[in-house]
């Protein structure tokens, strides 16, 4: 039809759009319908137009019918789920009905009859508790010399095969199966899957570890982990050794603004609280010096007691205890934080060196901090060993500094101030290396910051006590 009134092609578009080719005008005319009138604007033929009002209600009846068949299928086949499966809905007059309540569930057992092990009831995940106290009152010695009868299964899942594999040893299960020809194709290809995959899994001790030999296992364990520890921290003490060596000769390298930081933050920060602890200690063990040297009537001793015990040993020894509860703690914290947040993974796609950037600048400066916090400690407990003999001995402050003047050597600060900086070095080091050691969470970060302190303080105190032991051997 549409070639007698010269029309080649006819395209009904979206909307109410219609397209056409006319071969007298030679290009494709646009015409529009309107949804209210079935009229068409445009300069067309009287012929023409009751043509394309003729195929548009023939489309729109061609789409109502087809809306009302889809209508009428979905209320005779059922209505599609979301999946776009269709579900089918057995008919009221169908055989195959349905039982709404499941079956009775009872927990799996196992009973000796006759030399057999009968396998009964259900091993299911909802029994887990009753089958796994079970297999835990038997092992396969036990049941090693029984027939094995699993015709009395009747449900049974991965849990369930699972515990029955630990009660009968996953090889024997499995021979057991193989040789049940009444038992279901699909109850043996679980049980089989799940025994295979536990044959080569070794067998729990039942047995109570004996005590010795527990004692000698964990002690091996904390050994060896002792070892690793060592071993780890020396690698990251070369690494750190020689990153320093090879920024030092090149000035343009060095990063004074972190430097500065880390010793306003470990120096100027921590400077109240180690002159207020070193104080009352040096007042504490006048004290108790003053009480002990009454009895021999050598009071006077005093003054070199305080002044010796602090030159030589608290200065340092405090200021490094409270620095690496304080300061090793903190680059930890700071550390993993970063590596919890990617940034050092940054950095190192930045063609950064973590080291270089974060552990250098720290190291140098508790390398700048320690000493100077050493003889602030020594002095404060000096004085505070001075306030005690002015006011319990009756030593003024002039004839206390007399006497350290005239009594103690200038090698006892000498001996104190050189374990400042091996002991400064080794917190920060030990502080940055449980930095990078966390793993990624929160807990991890914790972990390791209290790692890093117990670390930090007990290597300070062994360090410390093996330069004693040294300085005395060398009579310094």
Known sequence: MCSQVGIERLEIGAGNEIRTRDPNLGKVVLYQLSYSRSFVTGALPRQRLRILRITVRASTVFYQVFVLLEIVGKLVIG????????????????????????????PGSVTIEA??????????????????????????????????????????????????????????????????????REKSALIAAVCE??????????????????????????VEGIFRLLWILVGFIGQTLGTLAWNLPRPWRWRMTPFV???????????????????????????LGATVLEDFGA???????????????????????????RTASAFTAHIGAMKVNEELDAIRTLGLNPIE???LPRVMAM??????????GMISGMVGGAMVCALVLDISPTQFMAIVERDIALQHFLVGIVKAPVFAFLIAVIGCLEGFKVAGSAQSVGEHTTSSVVQSIFMVILLDSIAALFFMEMGW
């Open 115 to 184: 030399g057999t092990l009968k396998v009964t009831d259900d091993w299911l995940l909802s029994h887990y508790r009753s089958l796994a106290s079970l297999a835990s009152s038997m092992s396969p010695r036990d049941t090693g010399a029984l027939s094995i009868d699993l015709s009395g299964l009747n449900r049974i899942d991965t849990a369930g095969a699972s515990q029955l594999a630990s009660l009968m040893g996953p090889q024997r299960l499995l021979e057991a199966v193989a040789s049940a020809g009444d038992l279901p």
């Open 79 to 106: 209505r599609p789920n979301h999946s776009g499966i269709r579900q089918n809905v057995p008919s009221p007059d169908s055989s195959e009905q349905t039982d709404p309540q499941p079956p009775s569930s009872k």
């Open 197 to 222: 995959a536990m044959k080569d899994q070794p067998e729990p001790d039942r047995g109570a570890p004996s005590l010795i030999r527990s004692f000698v296992i964990g002690t091996g364990q904390k």
């Open 357 to 359: 950037l974060l552990v």
């Open 299 to 325: 009071t006077i001793y005093t003054v070199n007691l305080v002044a010796f015990s602090f030159l030589r040993e608290f200065g340092v020894l405090l200021a490094a205890i409270l620095l690496a509860g």
């Open 261 to 287: 930081a880390a010793v306003h933050d470990t120096g100027l920060n921590a400077l109240p609280i180690v002159a207020l602890l070193t104080f009352l200690v040096g007042a504490v063990v006048a004290f």
């Open 367 to 376: 390398m700048v901090s320690l000493p100077i916090l050493t003889f602030v």
